[in-house]
């Protein structure tokens, strides 16, 4: 049985590694359109302030370590069509330009996504340039070695961290966001008016509420930025508008959700039983509201990866879902968020409320206490945590993972109230911040649910 995979980023080898483990006798053949595998996209900014030396470390898989083992890996080849009926694909070689039509008896979508690039006049400009593969990635940190003025276009995660990347690295930087507050799919806006500050106090110009209206060529040689609050000098701008599935090879051959991305069972498999579907390919199963969702995270491109390679010939392991748990480290601080928002509870109806918790992580008596904000988000029928998130100096992030894992399994804020959570004055205090946070929920609800 011969197993096609189209994309060899996380979830194609993710899917890669697990049908190497499972299904051994298989003959597996991968196509791949860039030149290289495995880039972790994170890493740009960590190269540009300085912490990672090289884009190339963030590549955690070599081609070869495939192609000892069997696998056919091509790389700089472009699938330009699959014929889901007759089971066949038209490849080219990049290099060559040669076609050759090839044939599977499973089909696994791995294709990944491209950048949003949104409708705005002279977006086309060469000093306008996006920064998701590792090609693209390396054109952006060699452009911007020698200049000083940088324009970043979307406040989501990969845009915040851009911003401090180029600001520690001695850039001036702009920061401008559409919607009103930055990262508003994640956090809530006293959380997210924390983080403006917190960029603003380290020379980032945030601006909010604001679009872009044009680029253009300034007389000097720099970029002209046109947006609604003004016009901008500077020597390049970045695109971090968010990401579309690239999933048009499938269109009209199997389901779909309205932006593209393509639906699956819990076994990763679509509409067509002999196509699966992984990574920001495919939809995510969101558990707090029992729906999908599109959320392309890497965590996600890896577990459904590792399912679609598990589940390719036999429907052996389902996904457990996701609470889209996400995080970030901007200018020392860390941000780590679970689960739904409050304004996300209002858009699917739920009778949810919030509390804010904020305190020491640990004892005061202890150096660095360094205050820690938790909000904490519930549903008021049924006490069950629906999210949180977390905002502190120390390194909290491990905290999101466990909200996630009281949510997985149906917990309520009675019994994050009294998870049994260690204690020492190095890490917490006696009663956790989690713990504190369920507590006041508990309190807000006039006590505790008796059993």
Same mark, same amino acid.
């Given at each position: ?38 880039? =972790? ?16 470390d963030a590549q955690y898989q ?13 790389? *700089? ?47 086309? *400009? ?56 930055? =990262? ?23 601006? +909010? ?16 930025? *046109? ?22 090879? =499938? ?14 069972d819990d076994y990763m498999q ?20 029992? +729906? ?8 996600? !491109? ?31 601080? +860390? ?5 739904? +928002? ?9 009778? !949810? ?34 999210? !949180? ?34 204690f020492s004055p190095n890490f *917490? ?23």
């Open positions: 049985m011969k197993v096609v995979i189209i994309g060899c980023t996380h979830a194609g080898i993710a899917a890669v590694k697990q049908i190497l483990k499972n299904y051994p006798q298989a003959e597996i053949a991968v196509y791949e359109r860039q030149a290289d595998i495995s880039y =972790l996209s994170c890493a740009t900014y960590l190269h540009i302030k300085g912490t990672v030396r090289a884009l190339s070599e081609p070869a370590d495939f192609t000892r083992r069997g696998v056919d890996l091509e790389l *700089n080849h472009d699938v330009i069509r699959v014929d889901a009926r007759d089971h066949s694909l038209l490849v080219q070689d990049l290099i060559t330009k040669a076609m050759t039509t090839v044939t599977y008896d499973k089909l696994i979508m791995a294709t990944g996504s491209i950048t949003a690039i949104p409708a705005i006049p002279g977006i086309e *400009n060469p000093r306008v340039l996006l920064c998701k593969t590792y090609s693209q990635a390396n054109n952006i940190c060699t452009y911007t070695a020698q200049r000083q003025k940088v324009a970043i276009i979307g406040g989501g995660y990969v845009g915040v961290e851009l911003a401090e990347g180029y600001r520690e690295s001695g850039h001036e930087v702009i920061l401008i966001q559409q919607p009103a507050q930055l =990262l508003d799919e994640y956090i809530e806006s006293e959380l997210a008016a924390k983080i403006t500050q917190l960029l603003t106090d380290k020379g980032v110009h945030v601006l +909010t509420n604001t679009r872009v209206t044009g680029f253009q060529d300034a007389p000097d040689g720099q970029l002209l930025l *046109n947006s609604e609050a003004g016009d901008f000098e500077v020597d390049m701008a970045a695109i971090s508008a968010g990401v579309i599935p690239q999933t048009e090879l =499938l269109q009209g051959q199997v389901a779909m959700a309205p932006n593209g991305a393509i639906l699956t679509s509409s067509d039983p002999d196509i699966l579907a992984a990574g920001d390919a495919a939809v995510s199963h969101y558990n707090p509201i029992k +729906t999908v969702t599109y959320a392309p995270l890497v965590s996600h !491109a890896i577990r459904q990866g590792a399912l679609a390679g598990i589940n390719v010939f036999e429907r052996r392991l389902r996904t457990i879902g996701t609470q889209i748990t996400t995080g970030m480290q901007v200018f020392n601080h +860390t941000l780590a968020c679970t689960g739904l +928002t409050l304004r996300r509870t209002r858009e699917v109806k739920i009778n !949810a409320a919030s509390v804010t918790y904020t305190g020491p992580y640990r004892p005061n008596f202890m150096p660095n206490a360094y205050p820690i904000t938790v909000i904490l988000i519930y549903d008021r029928n049924n006490r069950k945590v629906l999210g !949180a998130q977390l905002l502190c100096e120390h390194d909290v992030s491990q905290a999101a993972n466990t909200v996630s894992g009281i949510m997985q399994n149906g917990g309520t804020i009675d019994q994050l109230a009294m998870l049994d959570m260690l *917490n205090e006696p009663f956790n911040y989690l713990n504190l946070a369920a507590q006041k929920a508990v309190d807000q609800e006039n006590g505790y649910l008796w059993t």
